[in-house]
């Protein structure tokens, strides 16, 4: 009872920072390996209970996603989704003792790009700077890549690149984003689950109330002014989880 109880509780929260802010791996993932799922596992099973949020917080934002810059909406799907099967793929090759020791890695890599996500966006949008369509492509399969590979960090990442390739509407950018993330991670969650790799009890739980967290927060996004105290929180926490995994 106390696991399921935890589990609803890091998955309403999940869906909602990741539909407000993004982060919501950097809660799941740990909470999985915490409750004794192994961390190949727990990644797997972490993308596949992001998935439901990701697709209730694209359809609360689904008026607003259109293409901008040089590539077509379809394009930057296609394209994505050959990333997150890519990146899964790699996923799938990587040996657990070696998954294990990259943890701790990846957790700082996640946690450092959210830290630094907002002025990295700003970076980009006040140089004004954008790529072509073919760097356009190749950036937004390498942060699919990465997504299908470990899920922490990606929609800063997809923020980044947006922006890069052309995007000025944030609500836009927004939707895109976690529409990207549902393309990706359905990819990646199919390749895993043929590999056997899906802890399908604590990932049903997860599910449900990342779902719920996901469109309670794509709603409320758009009243949220201040978002950086929830930022901190998560950077905060990412923070403690990744010295706690360097630790052990």
Not at 78 to 94: D, P, S
Not at 163 to 191: D, E, I, P, R, Y
Not at 230 to 240: D, E, Q
Request: glycine share 14%.
């Amino acid at each position: 009872m106390l696991s399921v109880v935890l589990l609803v509780i890091v998955g309403l929260l999940a869906g909602m920072v990741n539909a407000i802010a993004g982060g919501g791996t950097l809660l799941s993932f740990p909470a999985l390996v915490w409750l004794g799922v192994p961390p190949i596992m727990a990644n797997a099973t972490a993308t596949l209970t992001a998935l439901p949020g990701y697709i209730g917080s694209a359809w609360a934002y689904r008026h607003d996603i259109c293409a901008e810059g040089s590539l077509r909406l379809r394009s930057i799907i296609t394209v994505a989704a050959f990333g997150g099967l890519a990146g899964a793929g790699l996923l799938l090759v990587t040996p657990g003792e070696a998954f294990v020791g990259i943890v701790p890695w990846l957790l700082l890599t996640a946690t450092v790009l959210f830290a630094a996500g907002q002025r990295l966006v700003a970076v980009v949008r006040a140089r004004g700077l954008t790529i072509g369509p073919a760097l356009s492509a190749l950036a937004i399969f390498l942060v699919a890549g990465y997504g299908g590979y470990f899920n922490g960090g990606l929609g800063i990442m997809l923020l980044a690149v947006f922006s890069l390739v052309g995007f000025q509407n944030l609500h836009g950018m927004n939707g895109l984003k976690n529409l990207l993330s549902a393309v990706l991670s359905l990819v990646s969650v199919t390749t895993y689950a043929t590999a056997g790799l899906i802890a399908w009890e604590s990932a049903a739980v997860l599910a449900i109330s990342t779902t719920v967290g996901g469109y309670i927060g794509a709603r409320q996004a758009r009243r949220i002014r201040h978002t950086e105290y929830l930022r901190a929180l998560i950077v905060g926490i990412g923070a403690v989880l990744t010295v706690v995994f360097f630790a052990i």
